[in-house]
Every structure is written in C-alpha cells, then in structure tokens.
C-alpha cells in the first residue's frame, strides 16, 4: 500500500500560483497513474488531473486545461501540481490519489488517498 502525503497548499490572491506535491512512499512509485481531485466545502470530490506512470501522458479536467500542469519525479516519488491564474472557483481541499486505469474519473474506484491539502484563493 504506498501512503501519500499532500503538501504546498495555502492561501493566494486570484491570479497569483501554488505548487502542490504528493509524495509517496512504500510502493513501486513509476508503477502507479496518479491522479489529483479536489474537493469545495458541500460539494463532492471533482477529478482534476492525472498522469501516467512515466509521465509521458497527462490529462485535465476542461475546468483547469490551459491554468494547471501536473508533473512527476519517479526518482523522488512525487507528483506535482502547478496551479496558475487562480479563481475563488478553485479554492478546496486537493488530494492525490493512486489508480492503475486510464482516466479514472470517479472518487469511488480509489481507495489510496493522501490527507488532502487546503487551497485558498481570495477574490
């Protein structure tokens, strides 16, 4: 079981960055899709990104497509996610989470999950 742990949240103005990171220990990291969800207070847990094992394939959801990029260090066993030209829209809790499909937009089919990171932007 790899446990993940999400980090680089915070609070930014609208139009301002932030750099999440995942990382993951315990489990053969290159071998796994990662994926990145968010969730808003009342609402439920929203797909975001994912990219495959060697990094070489990457997909968005339409709402972040142009704003985010994900990325990852099969050496450091972390995945990134670079979040540019912020909106109060994005503001959640973002977590990483562990797949063996492409593209799994569903929360239910995961069960490895980090402890999510708290993302604020105000307006």
């Known amino acids: 079981q790899v446990q993940l742990v999400e980090s680089g949240g915070g609070l930014v103005q609208a139009g301002g960055s932030l750099r999440l990171s995942c990382a993951a220990s315990?489990?053969?990291?290159?071998?796994?899709?990662m994926s990145w969800f968010r969730q808003a207070p009342g609402k439920e847990r929203d797909f975001v990104a994912a990219?495959?094992?060697?990094?070489?394939?990457?997909y968005y959801a339409d709402s972040v497509k142009g704003r985010f990029a994900v990325s990852r260090d099969n050496i450091k066993n972390t995945v990134f996610l670079q979040m540019n030209s912020l909106t109060p829209e994005d503001t959640a809790v973002y977590y990483c989470?562990?797949?063996?499909?492409?593209?799994?937009?569903?929360?239910?089919?995961?069960?490895?999950w980090g402890q999510g990171t708290q993302v604020t932007v105000s307006s």
């Open positions: 990219i495959s094992g060697s990094g070489a394939n990457v």
């Open positions: 989470a562990t797949t063996q499909r492409w593209v799994e937009k569903r929360p239910s089919r995961y069960n490895n």
């Open positions: 315990g489990g053969t990291f290159s071998n796994y899709i």
